[in-house]
């Protein structure tokens, strides 16, 4: 592996995170890929979490109301009280009233756009209250720009690859990373979902290992006042990386 190639995790060397709302009840911040919400011990190794960072920050405890993934950065929701985190849980459980979009990047070339409609089977840590095995799932999927790498693979010549908007209409655990190996585009950088050795030969060529998935955009409603929150955590500057590969113009408006 090339020794230009970088770990966003390890290259953060900022441990302010960015605020993107906060008032008496809330905290809402663009978490970092490569960072856990907070402690595991399936983790031990990982030495940066968002709860404990923020609570340092705004020298105050915090309550996470729901979770991404370590390698997923983005929109991620903080009570300030436990009131107040139990009854935004309630609503991430149920999805009622929310409203997300993701950014992604996917081996192959999807169609414009489409539903995929996939029951889903309920993961092991998983601790939501619905206990069946499998779950009715739906995420819509767009694709916005499509590259070509240099990269042969399997045969080809060269490696296809999409940026694509996500829109999860259920809450289950990888939904989007699971739903998007189910059509046979999944998205780069997933080591549990993903192809590995696609996965690091797109590393080595952007010079950069990560999962390529961003919690872009949230819109709830406040649990206090009632009004209606558009949160939006603007991509990281390593998303531009793409721009060298694109080969046609945008499929749909972004």
Same mark, same amino acid.
């Given at each position: 592996?090339?020794?230009r190639?970088?770990?966003?995790?390890?290259?953060?060397?900022?441990?302010?995170?960015?605020?993107?709302y906060r008032?008496?009840?809330?905290?809402?911040?663009n978490k970092?890929?490569g960072?856990?919400?907070?402690?595991?011990?399936?983790d031990?190794?990982?030495?940066r979490?968002v709860?404990?960072?923020?609570r340092?920050?705004?020298?105050?405890?915090?309550?996470?109301?729901?979770r991404?993934?370590? =390698?997923t950065?983005?929109?991620?929701?903080?009570? *300030?009280n436990?009131e &107040? #985190?139990?009854? +935004? /849980?309630?609503?991430?459980?149920?999805?009622?009233?929310?409203?997300?979009?993701?950014?992604?990047?996917?081996?192959?070339?999807?169609?414009?756009?489409?539903?995929?409609?996939?029951?889903?089977?309920?993961?092991?840590d998983?601790?939501?209250t619905?206990?069946?095995?499998?779950?009715?799932?739906?995420?819509?999927?767009?694709?916005?720009?499509?590259?070509?790498?240099?990269?042969?693979?399997?045969?080809?010549?060269?490696?296809?690859?999409?940026?694509?908007?996500?829109?999860?209409?259920?809450g289950r655990?990888?939904?989007?990373?699971?739903?998007?190996?189910?059509?046979?585009?999944?998205?780069? =950088?997933?080591?549990?979902?993903?192809?590995?050795? *696609?996965?690091?030969? &797109? #590393?080595?060529? +952007? /010079?950069?290992?990560?999962?390529?998935?961003?919690?872009?955009?949230l819109?709830?409603?406040?649990?206090?006042?009632?009004?209606?929150?558009?949160?939006k955590?603007?991509?990281?500057?390593?998303?531009?990386?793409?721009?060298?590969?694109?080969?046609?113009?945008?499929?749909?408006?972004?």
């Open positions: 592996m090339s020794s190639l970088k770990n966003v995790a390890g290259d953060n060397k900022n441990n302010m995170l960015n605020i993107l008032d008496d009840y809330l905290a809402i911040v970092p890929a960072w856990l919400v907070h402690r595991t011990p399936l031990k190794g990982e030495t979490f709860l404990q960072a923020l340092d920050q705004i020298g105050q405890h915090v309550w996470p109301v729901h991404l993934d370590k =390698g950065s983005g929109v991620l929701v903080f009570a *300030l436990a &107040v #985190a139990r009854t +935004l /849980g309630q609503a991430f459980e149920t999805g009622e009233g929310l409203h997300k979009t993701y950014r992604a990047v996917v081996r192959g070339w999807p169609a414009d756009e489409g539903l995929i409609d996939h029951p889903l089977k309920r993961m092991p998983d601790m939501r619905e206990r069946m095995e499998v779950q009715p799932a739906q995420s819509r999927f767009a694709t916005l720009r499509r590259f070509e790498l240099p990269l042969p693979q399997q045969g080809f010549a060269t490696t296809r690859c999409a940026e694509v908007a996500l829109e999860p209409l259920t655990r990888h939904q989007l990373r699971r739903h998007m190996k189910h059509i046979a585009h999944p998205i780069i =950088g997933d080591a549990t979902h993903g192809k590995g050795p *696609l996965n690091r030969a &797109v #590393a080595e060529l +952007l /010079g950069l290992q990560r999962l390529w998935l961003h919690a872009q955009s819109t709830l409603t406040h649990p206090v006042s009632g009004q209606p929150l558009v949160i955590a603007t991509l990281a500057d390593e998303w531009t990386l793409w721009d060298a590969f694109r080969k046609c113009p945008s499929v749909v408006s972004d």
